[in-house]
C-alpha cells in the first residue's frame, strides 16, 4: 500500500504539475486575503503601524450600526427579488425559444439575449443610465403620450424596480442559456411518443420538459442564491445620494467602510458577517429545493 501511492503519483506527475498553478493561485488571491481580513477584523482600524487586538469590537459596532442594518434589508429585497425574477424570465425565455422552429431566428434571439451578459457593469450602467436619462429613449416614448419626463435615476421610487430590471436583463439571456441546454438533452424518444399520443405541446411542456429541468433549475437556484447577498457592481455604477437609501448594499457598505473612510478592521469584520450570511441563505436554500437527495 505504501509503495502504490507513489506510483500512482509518478504515472499522473504531469497533471499534478499542471494542478499547482491552480492551486497557487487560489491560495494568493483566495485564502490568504481571506485569512488576513479575518484576523484584520479583530483588530483596531489603522492603516499603518501595530494594530492591536481588540475582540468583537468590530462586530459589536457593526450590529448596532443604522447603516448597515438598512444595507441588510435592501440586499434581501433586491437579491431575493433578482433571484425569482432570474430564475423566471430565463426559463420562460428558454421555453419559448424551444418552440421557435426557425433555426436562424432561433439563433439570432439567444446571441441578442446573452450578449448584455458580456458586457460589464460599468457598460450596462452606462447604457441605463443613457436610456432612462431626462432626454433618454423612455423620457421620449412616454412623451408621445403626453407624460412629462420622469428623472429615473434621482428618484426614489424607481430605485430598486431599475436595478433589479438592470440586472435581469443583462443575466436573463445566460441563465436561459443553461437551461436551452438541458432542453436539448431531453430525449427526443419521449416528444415522438408523446405526439403519438396526442399530448399537445404545453402537455410536453408540463409533462416532459419541466420535470426534466429540475436538476438544472436546482442548480440555478443555488448558483443565484449565492449572490443574494453580494450585490456591488451594479450598486456601485448606479448609486447617488437620492437613490442611496434604498439601493445601498452590504458590499457597498463595506467597501465605503474600508475603502473610503478607512476603517479596515470594521469592513473586515462586516465582510465576514456577509461571508456567513452567504453561507447560511445558501445552505438554506439547498435543504429548501432538496439539492442533495436523489431524484
Same mark, same amino acid.
Given at each position: $500500500?505504501?509503495?502504490?501511492?507513489?506510483?500512482?503519483?509518478?504515472?499522473?506527475?504531469?497533471?499534478?504539475?499542471?494542478?499547482?498553478?491552480?492551486?497557487?493561485?487560489?491560495?494568493?488571491?483566495?485564502?490568504?486575503?481571506?485569512?488576513?481580513?479575518?484576523?484584520?477584523?479583530? /483588530?483596531?482600524?489603522?492603516?499603518?503601524?501595530?494594530?492591536?487586538?481588540?475582540?468583537?469590537?468590530?462586530?459589536?459596532?457593526?450590529?448596532? !450600526?443604522?447603516?448597515?442594518?438598512?444595507?441588510?434589508?435592501?440586499?434581501?429585497?433586491?437579491?431575493?427579488? @433578482?433571484? &425569482?425574477?432570474?430564475?423566471?424570465?430565463?426559463?420562460?425565455?428558454?421555453?419559448?425559444?424551444?418552440?421557435?422552429? /426557425?433555426?436562424?431566428?432561433? /439563433?439570432?434571439?439567444?446571441?441578442?439575449?446573452?450578449?448584455?451578459?458580456?458586457?460589464?457593469?460599468?457598460?450596462?450602467?452606462?447604457?441605463?443610465?443613457?436610456?432612462? @436619462?431626462?432626454?433618454?429613449?423612455?423620457?421620449?416614448?412616454?412623451?408621445?403620450?403626453?407624460? !412629462?419626463?420622469?428623472?429615473?435615476?434621482?428618484?426614489? !421610487?424607481?430605485?430598486?424596480?431599475? =436595478?433589479?430590471?438592470?440586472?435581469?436583463?443583462?443575466?436573463?439571456?445566460?441563465?436561459?442559456?443553461?437551461?436551452? &441546454?438541458?432542453?436539448?438533452?431531453?430525449?427526443? /424518444?419521449?416528444?415522438?411518443?408523446?405526439?403519438? @399520443?396526442?399530448?399537445?405541446?404545453?402537455?410536453?411542456?408540463?409533462?416532459?420538459?419541466?420535470?426534466?429541468?429540475?436538476?438544472?433549475?436546482?442548480?440555478?437556484?443555488?448558483?443565484?442564491? =449565492?449572490?443574494?447577498?453580494?450585490?456591488?457592481?451594479?450598486?456601485?455604477? $448606479?448609486?447617488?445620494?437620492?437613490?442611496?437609501?434604498?439601493?445601498?448594499?452590504?458590499?457597498?457598505?463595506?467597501?465605503?467602510?474600508?475603502?473610503?473612510?478607512?476603517?479596515?478592521?470594521?469592513?473586515?469584520?462586516?465582510?465576514?458577517?456577509?461571508?456567513?450570511?452567504?453561507?447560511?441563505?445558501?445552505?438554506?436554500?439547498?435543504?429548501?429545493?432538496?439539492?442533495?437527495?436523489?431524484?
Amino acid at each position: $500500500m505504501r509503495g502504490l501511492l507513489p506510483k500512482r503519483i509518478s504515472s499522473f506527475k504531469t497533471f499534478y504539475f499542471m494542478f499547482i498553478p491552480v492551486v497557487l493561485y487560489f491560495l494568493v488571491f483566495t485564502y490568504y486575503p481571506f485569512l488576513l481580513g479575518l484576523v484584520m477584523s479583530f /483588530q483596531e482600524n489603522r492603516l499603518i503601524g501595530a494594530r492591536p487586538f481588540v475582540g468583537l469590537t468590530n462586530y459589536r459596532f457593526i450590529v448596532k !450600526d443604522p447603516a448597515f442594518i438598512a444595507a441588510i434589508g435592501n440586499s434581501l429585497i433586491i437579491g431575493l427579488w @433578482d433571484m &425569482v425574477l432570474y430564475f423566471a424570465f430565463s426559463l420562460a425565455l428558454a421555453l419559448i425559444l424551444n418552440e421557435v422552429r /426557425q433555426r436562424t431566428l432561433k /439563433q439570432s434571439i439567444q446571441t441578442i439575449a446573452y450578449i448584455p451578459y458580456l458586457f460589464s457593469w460599468s457598460v450596462i450602467g452606462g447604457v441605463w443610465a443613457l436610456i432612462f @436619462d431626462l432626454k433618454g429613449l423612455v423620457n421620449k416614448l412616454i412623451g408621445l403620450f403626453g407624460v !412629462d419626463p420622469i428623472f429615473f435615476l434621482a428618484t426614489p !421610487d424607481y430605485a430598486r424596480p431599475l =436595478i433589479i430590471a438592470m440586472g435581469v436583463w443583462r443575466s436573463m439571456g445566460y441563465f436561459a442559456l443553461l437551461f436551452t &441546454v438541458s432542453i436539448m438533452n431531453i430525449d427526443k /424518444q419521449l416528444f415522438e411518443a408523446a405526439r403519438i @399520443d396526442g399530448a399537445s405541446r404545453m402537455m410536453q411542456i408540463r409533462k416532459i420538459i419541466l420535470p426534466a429541468l429540475v436538476p438544472t433549475m436546482k442548480t440555478i437556484v443555488v448558483l443565484l442564491s =449565492i449572490g443574494v447577498l453580494t450585490h456591488f457592481d451594479e450598486i456601485y455604477v $448606479m448609486v447617488n445620494p437620492a437613490n442611496r437609501r434604498l439601493i445601498s448594499t452590504l458590499l457597498l457598505y463595506v467597501y465605503e467602510t474600508g475603502i473610503l473612510n478607512f476603517k479596515t478592521g470594521t469592513a473586515s469584520a462586516g465582510a465576514m458577517l456577509v461571508m456567513i450570511g452567504t453561507l447560511v441563505v445558501t445552505i438554506s436554500m439547498r435543504r429548501i429545493i432538496g439539492y442533495d437527495k436523489d431524484e
